[in-house]
């Protein structure tokens, strides 16, 4: 009697349809983004050579999505990281697709592309109505529930009694959109932004358009939160000025790990300083799916030229709070020196934020 060889299980849900899940996925991107713009991420995807799944961070978007499709039910924190990536790679095997194409699309879906899609369909707030796979979404068809409300101290009363370290994040958040009065209401509100935000720096990157599309959020609301966080970015930039000039990447990370740290997703950033090494000004270059296919030396050198600087200083987050360099992260620095050469811009340095460490490239004789 021959022995056969053993089914091998799959890490999947039972009755899901990979190719329909595959399906509504592109037809949804390809409505959302316009089919010209999908297929040529696509198409820069196979030409880059990459296979293998593209970088995947324990608390990005793509885990999020997974968790709200109900794909991660009974897996624990700690294990989810290697589920997701073993479903990208049996999704590409069952579909014939390469684990890059298949993580690729997930990440659009799940967190969008900086500049030509951003926040994706399955974001930190979840645009439900317009996704092709809210039928089988677990979060989708979840249950109403009402939000247990602490009846301690009113924030109104904590504020004026011991000032504002004393409000919670909820609490604070509060107090802003209801101008001072935080009823039971304005409570569950600001409750419901921290939760599908994640935190207050994920509220901070949401903009009037995206917050008004919430039921509960009105114009008023919006426009507070806006200027709010406006007014303590602000406040962070007259700060970073009033120092003369920047001397290692420890200043650096001084000046901008509150600012990248919280992003759920990596953000990429270019500093432009003059001859004395003081900041001319800085700005985000691509936010999310950070390879080499995203970012371009053009586009990292175009403001430079622009503004005629001297040097520049990259700086990108992880959000797992590890700041060690990937092997994508070393390919791009690679190119960003090659094209510093040509253009006659020194690239100083390229620093990775962590959760309260970074990694300097120029430190770690990298660069």
């Not at 624990?76 to 194409?101: G, V, W």
Request: net charge negative.
């Amino acid at each position: 009697m021959n022995d056969m060889p053993e089914a091998k299980s799959s890490v999947l849900p039972e009755n899901i349809s990979l190719q329909k899940i595959y399906s509504s996925m592109v037809a949804c991107l390809q409505r959302e983004m316009g089919e010209e713009s999908f297929a040529k991420i696509m198409l820069d995807v196979r030409q880059s050579g990459v296979s293998e799944i593209l970088p995947i961070d324990k608390d990005e978007p793509l885990i999020q999505m997974l968790v709200r499709l109900g794909w991660l039910d009974g897996i624990n924190e700690t294990d989810k990281f290697e589920k997701t990536k073993n479903i990208l790679q049996e999704m590409a095997s069952a579909l014939e697709r390469t684990p890059a194409a298949i993580s690729i699309l997930f990440k659009i879906f799940a967190e969008g592309i900086y500049g030509d899609f951003s926040g994706g369909i399955c974001a930190n707030v979840p645009h439900c109505q317009r996704c092709d796979l809210s039928k089988n979404c677990k979060y989708y068809n979840r249950p109403s529930s009402i939000k247990n409300k602490d009846k301690c101290l009113s924030p109104e009363v904590k504020l004026e009694r011991n000032g504002v370290d004393e409000l919670s994040d909820i609490e604070l958040v509060a107090s802003i959109i209801g101008s001072g009065k935080v009823s039971d209401k304005v409570i569950e509100i600001a409750e419901d932004l921290i939760n599908r935000y994640s935190s207050l720096r994920g509220i901070s990157s949401v903009g009037f358009t995206e917050l008004t599309k919430l039921a509960a959020i009105n114009g008023g609301m919006a426009r507070r939160l806006i200027v709010a966080y406006g007014l303590s970015e602000r406040l962070s930039i007259e700060k970073s000025n009033h120092q003369d000039t920047i001397n290692s990447a420890k200043d650096f990370f001084e000046l901008y790990h509150l600012r990248l740290r919280d992003f759920k997703q990596e953000v990429f950033w270019v500093v432009l300083l003059d001859q004395k090494n003081k900041i001319i000004r800085d700005m985000q270059i691509a936010q999310g799916l950070l390879n080499k296919v995203l970012v371009h030396p053009r586009e990292v050198f175009k403001p430079a030229i622009k503004y005629s600087a001297a040097s520049i200083v990259v700086l990108h987050n992880h959000p797992s709070g590890d700041p060690t360099p990937s092997k994508e992260d070393r390919a791009i620095t690679k190119r960003l020196k090659q094209t510093a050469e040509i253009v006659g811009i020194s690239l100083l340095d390229h620093i990775i934020i962590g959760d309260s460490t970074y990694t300097s490239f120029v430190d770690e004789g990298i660069l």
